[in-house]
């Protein structure tokens, strides 16, 4: 759009016109700009302490509460700045500065492992401030290192993708798929490495393209022992009763499921009773895609599913 100002225009008005224009492009920038939890720890072997963060990158968002809680556990740690009871203590600059972080004082092996954080968020809106939905992350602490290792969780699939803060999966050695690259460890069972994405729900095509985005595929389940390893792991990280999606579907011929991960049919089943059914709801969608559900607390069986159901999901990576 091209402006032109005549000479009996006020200088009070022109002015306001190039405000008005750097607050747009100021306002263009901070939408640029991903908001997210930079997450991880720092374990100080000196002085003999464990440090965990979860703090608040590129937002208005003001914190409210800080807490942490070992996944498995049934009781956790709400920290405020200042607190300490003399094995756990608040780490950071504090609430203003958008810091939430814990100190554990000479920790054991029972501190290392996946740990949840939760931070309470509230934001003005016009005149009002309104408390909003916690965000929350997970940190994989690991014992096999010392250094600093950062994360990153998204709070939405398109940031995630938009972002330029997590590196490519080129290679996917060891150092790559360990805790330096993800919020949480990888579980390795025979030739492959699962990934649970718990972070925001999609529906089976944009899970699989994350999947594919981070160098992974959707997950494939070949034998009974792979199905337990993995149902334990989903368990231990406290995703007992979520649902889950793999690569498993039959939209290429009903009925014949394959895994898209590597085209084979499906060798080992393990379906709920009564299932894969094809249920037809009223839309006329049908259930081509396959996931994971534990629905009548026997265990995580297989289930089809409408393939635009939005639910977690479970990427995986051959290690071979």
Request: with cysteine; glycine share 8%.
């Amino acid at each position: 759009m091209k402006l032109i100002f005549v000479n009996n225009i006020p200088g009070v008005l022109l002015m306001t016109l190039v405000l008005l224009t750097s607050a747009q492009r100021t306002s263009h920038n901070l939408r640029d700009i991903a908001e997210r939890l930079d997450v991880g720890y720092i374990h100080d072997t000196v002085a003999d302490k464990l440090h965990l963060y979860c703090n608040i990158i590129n937002s208005l968002k003001n914190i409210t509460f800080c807490r942490f809680q070992k996944t498995g556990s049934s009781s956790g740690y709400n920290i405020e700045d200042g607190y300490s009871d003399g094995s756990h203590s608040y780490y950071g600059e504090g609430f203003n500065a958008k810091q939430c972080g814990m100190t554990i004082e000479n920790p054991t092996a029972d501190d290392y492992g996946i740990w949840r954080c939760s931070v309470g968020v509230r934001q003005w809106f016009g005149n009002a401030i309104v408390q909003l939905n916690p965000m929350q992350a997970l940190i994989s602490v690991s014992q096999q290192y010392d250094r600093r290792s950062k994360k990153y969780s998204s709070p939405t699939y398109e940031q995630e993708l938009d972002s330029n803060s997590i590196n490519q999966c080129t290679s996917c050695n060891d150092d790559e798929l360990g805790v330096t690259r993800w919020t949480m460890p990888l579980l390795k069972t025979g030739e492959k490495r699962y990934y649970l994405g718990i972070f925001f729900k999609a529906n089976w095509f944009k899970a699989q393209q994350y999947c594919r985005f981070h160098g992974m595929h959707l997950a494939s389940i070949s034998s009974q022992q792979e199905n337990d390893k993995l149902e334990q792991y989903v368990k231990d990280s406290g995703y007992g009763r979520e649902h889950f999606w793999t690569s498993g579907t039959d939209l290429a011929e009903e009925g014949n499921f394959f895994w898209m991960a590597n085209g084979r049919p499906l060798t080992f089943v393990n379906w709920n009773a009564g299932e894969p059914n094809n249920f037809r709801y009223e839309n006329g969608e049908e259930e081509n895609c396959l996931e994971l559900w534990n629905r009548d607390d026997k265990g995580l069986k297989w289930n089809d599913s409408p393939c635009s159901f939005e639910t977690y999901f479970i990427c995986e990576v051959r290690s071979d």
